[in-house]
């Protein structure tokens, strides 16, 4: 069965940094388009990041600048490096795959980011 596992998320003080990873099974990772999401509390979730099967990727344009993107199809794993963090970050983040015969979810992992 397909399964997507995000980590690294935690709690980091204004301006730190995180590194999340979402490692997939069960799809052939290296086909997939991998989108990054978040959601906030008493917020719809919204998109961060796409790192497309070519490593070209794209950016909402409140994270420009401080998040990147990566992927490891040897790994299965994407990547998602959160720099200069600000409260406003603050949600549990999502991992995507993409381009099969449906898209799929990870359950996500929470960013708690304090003043």
């Known amino acids: 069965q397909v399964q997507l596992v995000e980590s690294g998320g935690g709690l980091v003080q204004a301006g730190g940094s995180l590194r999340l990873s979402c490692v997939g099974s069960g799809i052939i990772f290296s086909i997939r388009d991998m989108g990054w999401y978040r959601q906030a509390p008493g917020k719809q979730r919204e998109y961060v990041a796409t790192i497309f099967r070519g490593g070209r990727t794209s950016y909402v344009d409140s994270v420009k600048g401080r998040f990147t993107a990566s992927r490891d199809n040897a790994q299965n794993t994407v990547f998602l490096q959160m720099n200069s963090l600000k409260p406003e970050d603050t949600a549990v983040y999502y991992c995507?795959?993409?381009?099969?015969?449906?898209?799929?979810w990870g359950k996500g992992t929470l960013v708690t980011v304090s003043p």
């Open positions: 995507k795959a993409l381009g099969g015969f449906r898209d799929y």
